[in-house]
């Protein structure tokens, strides 16, 4: 055993290694429980912004399907409006072709009749 005595104090090589030992055992034990406290903090903050952004994406899909309903619903009524009016220049065109005719059958009638 190393003693030394050094201005009236008593100095153990051992007790002095092991003192430093259970301090560097001690730092090592803080210096863990604070990496995994902060690591914990780390993954709670990480859980929260990505419970923020799916709340996010959740509002942007929900948006994004009104104006798609919006958007199919006016090339609907769109695509119903130019089916009407077609039908309606149709029926115009027909009338217009039986009237035609019958302005060529009186025409043919009344030249026959001479």
């Given at each position: 055993m190393s003693t030394e005595e050094i201005k009236g104090i008593v100095i153990n090589g051992k007790v002095i290694s092991a003192l430093v030992g259970v301090f560097t055992l001690a730092a090592m034990l803080f210096s863990g429980v604070g990496y995994v406290t902060y690591q914990g903090f780390e993954l709670n903050q990480a859980k929260s912004d990505i419970t923020k952004l799916?709340?996010?994406?959740d509002t942007n899909v929900a948006e994004l399907r009104l104006q798609?309903?919006?958007?199919n619903k006016?090339?609907?009524?769109?695509?119903?409006?130019i089916l009407d009016r077609f039908d309606k220049l149709?029926?115009?065109?027909t009338k217009l072709t039986i009237a035609v005719g019958n302005v060529q059958y009186k025409q043919d009638n009344t030249?026959?009749?001479r």
């Open positions: 799916e709340a996010k994406v798609m309903e919006t958007s006016e090339v609907r009524e769109n695509y119903q409006m149709t029926g115009e065109v030249q026959a009749q």
